[in-house]
């Protein structure tokens, strides 16, 4: 089991001790710190600024939202920053949601299983600079089709530059669904899960070994790194550790998407929750968030957590490590915590 330290994206403000907390991981011995984006700060930015203070760590996005920037301006800012680290870098990505893909981005949402397949597939020939990049793809055509709409059919096939470092950077995939886990198994080098549940592993590891077994698949369990963020916690007062983290659950699951479509809230329909989500999905949308929050039930927040004595924690971790889960992402926020976890695994 290893490490990796999850910042996240800002909320209203940068985080304000992240430097330190980013020393800490490095120094205890983390594999990774990980960016993320939303509707505010970007994955990118961040991660250059505050890993250039790093040595040793890896580096990685998690996730960068594939609408943000078309898959050959990812793999330029891939190929920077691995050059910057010296081969640090992980590529993080994923689809979002239709709520912010067509709200922030001004894009169709449809079909993600496909569009990420033609964007890690465009990403990966930029990365292997072996001929100019091509993709005949509906989702990311290059070039731009000259019968297109507004085309000047002068677009010609390129390849970057700049001569990336590894060819082979790791993309690992955040995915929630069986359709997207395999996928994932099948195309990527790790999965960013952001809801691991023990009481699910046996289904997602079913749907990864249904990736493995696809005719081409890029890897095999054995070299397959599977990413769970997690609360580590360790605690003798575990009810109100369950409290801090209760708003958190009732924002991914009542607000983070629409009541049609919400892919965390399905995601807990099927740890057992579905009346809770129900409620929860209500009041959230009706704007009684204090409710919504009172809705959770403590095991709801417990089910994605480790969380309890040291022994408790250690005895967990090991539960989760059986499962197939060979990163814990942690977001821990006091360098104290950072070094306690470390020697926890």
Do not use: C
Request: glycine share 10%.
């Amino acid at each position: 089991m290893k490490l990796g330290l999850q910042l996240g994206y800002w909320g209203a403000d940068p985080i304000p001790n992240a430097p330190e907390l980013i020393a800490a991981a490095e120094q205890s011995g983390f594999e990774a710190v990980f960016t993320a984006e939303s509707w505010g700060s970007d994955a990118y930015t961040p991660l250059a600024w505050w890993g250039a203070a790093t040595t040793r760590v890896r580096l990685g996005t998690a996730v960068a939202q594939l609408s943000a920037r078309p898959p050959t301006s990812l793999a330029m800012a891939a190929l920077t920053l691995d050059h910057l680290s010296g081969g640090r870098h992980i590529i993080g990505l994923g689809v979002s949601g239709p709520q912010v893909v067509e709200g922030w981005y001004g894009q169709p949402f449809g079909k993600p299983l496909a569009r990420t397949r033609d964007y890690v597939q465009v990403v990966r020939d930029v990365l292997a600079r072996e001929q100019r990049v091509t993709n005949p793809g509906d989702h990311y055509p290059l070039p731009y089709p000259p019968d297109a709409p507004g085309s000047t059919g002068l677009g010609k096939p390129l390849k970057p530059i700049t001569h990336p470092l590894r060819a082979d950077i790791p993309i690992w995939l955040g995915a929630e669904g069986p359709k997207n886990v395999a996928q994932t198994a099948e195309i990527a080098d790790g999965w960013l899960a952001i809801f691991f549940s023990l009481g699910l592993a046996d289904q997602y590891n079913a749907w990864l070994d249904e990736g493995f077994a696809r005719p081409g698949a890029r890897r095999s369990r054995q070299d397959f790194e599977v990413a769970a963020t997690a609360q580590v916690v360790v605690t003798d007062d575990v009810g109100s550790v369950l409290d801090a983290y209760r708003p958190s659950t009732a924002l991914y699951v009542g607000g983070m998407g629409a009541k049609e479509k919400n892919f965390h809230a399905e995601l807990y329909r099927r740890m057992g929750y579905g009346d809770q989500v129900d409620e929860i999905v209500e009041l959230f949308l009706a704007g009684r968030k204090a409710e919504a929050i009172a809705a959770v039930p403590d095991e709801m927040v417990r089910e994605t957590m480790i969380v309890g004595t040291e022994d408790e924690v250690r005895h967990q971790i090991k539960q989760w490590e059986a499962a197939g889960v060979t990163m814990l992402m942690v977001t821990a926020r006091d360098p104290a915590m950072i070094r306690q976890l470390a020697t926890l695994v």
